[in-house]
Structures are given as C-alpha cells and as structure tokens.
C-alpha cells in the first residue's frame, strides 16, 4: 500500500510562488512514475505535470513555463514549485502514482493510477 502526503498549499497573491510536496511511503519511490493534479470547484481533475523515474516530464499547457516538478528519491518526495500564480490556479492539488507511462516521439505521457494523497488547497488571489 502506498500513502501520499500533500504539504505546502496556501493563500498568495497573484504573481507569487508557492512549492508544493508530496511525500511518498509504503512503496518503493524510485521506481514510480508520479504526478500532480488539481481540481477546481465545478471543473474536473486535470494533470498538471508528471515525472518519470528518471527526468522526462510532462506539463500542461496552461502551466508550462512557470511550474516545475521536481523529485528526490533520497527522500521520497516530489516538488511542484508554482511561479507565477494566477487567480485560475486556484485548486485542490493532488499527488498521484502507481500508474502508467510511455514516452514516444518526444513526448512524455503520464496516466493516473490508484494511489492519491489528500490533497492540498492552493488559493491565489488576484
């Protein structure tokens, strides 16, 4: 069994940063593609970026450029850092592992798996 904790979220002002973590136990990290996504009130989950074991990652379009996922194995951690805020970041921020990866043509794609933290509320204000 995996367990995921979120840690990091709060209250900013638009154009400020914040840095989201995840911590990871009851698996063996490295060896786990992980992802991060949000949900925002009435809208649907989103990925919002995906590391491999290794260093591809992926971002969505709205994000890239000023988000940047981040692991450390070591620790058992991923990092989300957010530049940049804007108001329609405002979301609850989730954690994901256990599920699959491919990278073909140049492009890294990560699909959920089974595992979810509780989530961590980020909140900009404009």
């Known amino acids: 069994q995996v367990q995921l904790v979120e840690s990091g979220g709060g209250l900013v002002q638009a154009g400020g940063s914040l840095r989201l973590s995840c911590a990871a136990s009851?698996?063996?990290?490295?060896?786990?593609?992980m992802g991060w996504y949000r949900q925002a009130p009435g809208k649907q989950r989103e990925l919002v970026a995906a590391i491999s074991t290794g260093t591809r990652t992926r971002y969505a379009d709205s994000v890239k450029g000023r988000f940047t996922i981040s692991r450390d194995n070591a620790k058992n951690t991923v990092y989300l850092q957010m530049n940049s805020l804007t108001p329609e970041d405002t979301a609850v921020y989730y954690c994901?592992?256990?599920?699959?990866?491919?990278?073909?043509?140049?492009?890294?794609?990560?699909?959920?798996?089974?595992?979810w933290g509780q989530g961590t509320q980020v909140t900009v204000s404009s």
């Open positions: 994901n592992t256990g599920g699959s990866s491919t990278y073909y043509s140049g492009t890294y794609y990560y699909t959920s798996g089974p595992y």
């Open positions: 009851g698996s063996t990290f490295s060896i786990n593609a």
